[in-house]
Nanobody
């Protein structure tokens, strides 16, 4: 059973920072490219950032320079460090493989006030 548990979300003022965590189990974490996704109310889910098993990263233009994705293969953990947050970053954030699998976690809510 694949399990993905996101945490670290919360309420933050514009310009602030948050670090999200994703604990993965039931999969061979180290062999998959992983990603952070987000879904804002009334919008489609979008891919925010990806990281390969060896640490190569890619970012959506909207977050480039502000967000950093990183992983610890020994701990089966994925993080997203978010800085200079904007109100448009408000969304539920999810982790998953990239391309995504059908096994989604509950996500963690990030709310940026302005």
């Amino acid at each position: 059973q694949v399990q993905l548990v996101e945490s670290g979300g919360g309420l933050v003022q514009a310009g602030g920072s948050l670090r999200l965590s994703c604990a993965a189990s039931g999969m061979i974490f180290s062999i998959y490219t992983m990603g952070w996704y987000r879904q804002a109310p009334g919008k489609q889910r979008e891919l925010v950032a990806t990281i390969t098993p060896v640490g190569t990263t890619n970012y959506a233009d909207s977050v480039k320079g502000r967000f950093t994705i990183f992983r610890d293969n020994d701990k089966n953990t994925l993080w997203l460090q978010m800085t200079t947050l904007r109100s448009e970053d408000t969304a539920v954030y999810y982790c998953n493989k990239s391309p995504s699998s059908a096994y989604w976690g509950q996500g963690t809510q990030v709310t940026v006030s302005s």
